[in-house]
């Protein structure tokens, strides 16, 4: 039998499968389905090898929130020790409304507002990764109007070859991120110009499931090599943020491990004579991916192959595209085990969900022996799974739970129906 993603917490024990000891099966009985499971402790665990590995540094790990930004998993960040990167004035409430502290805030983006440029000037944010020489204007303005100077990194897009590091999507020359490498020195020249703002650091982040330690160091040292230019301008730069984008297993993927890829950076960053330097990180699926499951009941089974009418064998369940989209939208490939093993032979199923879209799939061709009322775990959904669930379908959000030193708590309640149109409103008469 395959490796499960997510062990050592994910194990089966006998028929069960079981997270931190808990069996998931139990867990749908008794919170309902479709139900987004979370281990804090593979959390915090995947956590502390970016944090053991950079002990005795001068550091920060933000985590990347968009992966999954539910107040208890920043709550539980937060608590380690841990910053946030952030995209969004709404992602900034949710920090703060967990407790997390501005000062350890990053904020990214291509296209911030004015008005959350304001928002995180006044909440104290660590700094703003800026993105373009207008975005350095705007921010400026903002900052002058406040009379409160906002400290920048510029997000350098590094053109990491793609010929050695096809992989890579968001590092290149093309892309819509980042400041392009051959303006920055230009770049950092305006910024240091500008009264309203304090160049504290260079910031690049070049993908995401990146399964290789290379383009990092590739990354690092084209960042280094600005570093270099950029001083020799008479610009100081404080640290250096090297994104996030570290990889998870899936199914068969090898990414590195995250202390291994951290000891590398910093063997060459001590090597490049830029050991003294600052070190961020703004990792996001590595932290939360593995750390969670979807769990789904069988709602039916249209046997389609099995039963000689030339089809596909359908398992429609109670989770669909709007819970979890990652298959519908980048055609990702995600482990399904079922929570109690059955003794019979498996068939082979497309998983699927209700929503009225072909593509709507959870996983084609999967062999499964399954019968309607068991539930299914879809593993690996601990990062982009609710963050980018929607109510298409009208169909309300699943509820989440976090297992707190193995025990339960629900940390989100299911949708109601009525919420969701809550702040509509009928056509007056006329
Ligand atoms: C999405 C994003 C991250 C995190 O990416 P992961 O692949 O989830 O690690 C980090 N930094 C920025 C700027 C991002 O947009």
Redesign the pocket.
């Known amino acids: 039998m395959s490796a499960l993603p997510g062990a050592p917490h994910l194990a089966r024990a006998g028929a069960e499968l079981q997270l931190d000891g808990r069996a998931l099966a139990a867990l749908a009985r008794e919170f309902g389905t479709p139900l987004f499971v979370y281990s804090q402790a593979a959390m915090l665990e995947a956590l502390a090898a970016y944090q053991w590995a950079l002990q005795g540094r001068r550091h920060l790990v933000c985590y990347?929130m968009?992966?999954n930004s539910s107040l208890a998993v920043l709550q539980s960040f937060a608590s380690a020790g841990c910053g946030f990167?952030i995209?969004s004035g709404g992602e900034l409430a949710r920090v703060l409304a967990a407790g997390g502290d501005a000062s350890r805030v990053v904020f990214?983006g291509v296209g911030k507002t004015a008005a959350e440029m304001r928002q995180a000037l006044l909440a104290g944010v660590r700094c703003f990764?800026v993105e373009s020489t207008a975005e350095l204007d705007t921010l400026n303005a903002v900052a002058l109007a406040l009379d409160r100077p906002a400290p920048v990194s510029l997000r350098v897009n590094p053109d990491v070859d793609a010929g050695t590091h096809p992989y890579i999507s968001t590092g290149l020359k093309g892309n819509k991120f980042g400041i392009a490498h051959a303006q920055a020195v230009a770049a950092y020249r305006h910024a240091a110009s500008l009264p309203g703002l304090r160049v504290v650091g260079i910031d690049c982040?070049i993908g995401?499931?990146i399964t290789q330690i290379a383009p990092y160091l590739d990354a690092l040292d084209r960042l280094l090599d600005l570093v270099e230019q950029v001083e020799a301008a008479g610009v100081p730069i404080h640290h250096v943020d090297v994104?996030?984008?570290?990889g998870i297993t899936y199914s068969d993927e090898a990414p590195p491990a995250a202390d291994e890829l951290v000891a590398q950076l910093l063997q060459r960053l001590d090597a490049r004579g830029h050991g003294h330097r600052e070190l961020l990180f703004?990792?996001?699926?590595?932290l939360v991916g593995n750390a969670g499951v979807l769990l789904t009941e069988v709602l039916v089974l249209k046997p389609g192959a099995d039963d000689g009418s030339g089809g596909k064998n359908f398992c429609i369940v109670d989770a669909a595209m709007n819970d979890l989209v990652r298959p519908a939208m980048y055609e990702a490939w995600m482990q399904i085990e079922p929570c109690t093993l059955r003794a019979s032979p498996p068939s082979t199923w497309d998983v699927v969900g209700p929503v009225c879209e072909s593509g709507d799939w959870l996983g084609r061709d999967r062999a499964l022996a399954v019968q309607p009322g068991d539930v299914l775990a879809i593993l690996s959904a601990g990062?982009y799974g609710m963050t980018m669930s929607s109510n298409y379908n009208t169909r309300p959000r699943a509820a989440e739970v976090m297992l707190v030193q193995g025990r339960p708590q629900l940390i989100r309640e299911r949708e109601t129906v009525a919420s969701l149109f809550a702040g509509e409103r009928l056509l007056g008469r006329a």
Do not use: T, W, Y
């Not at 703004?282 to 590595?286: A, D, I, K, L, Q």
């Open positions: 990347a968009k992966a990167d995209v990214s990764n982040h995401s499931q994104g996030g984008g570290l703004e990792p996001g699926r590595s990062a």
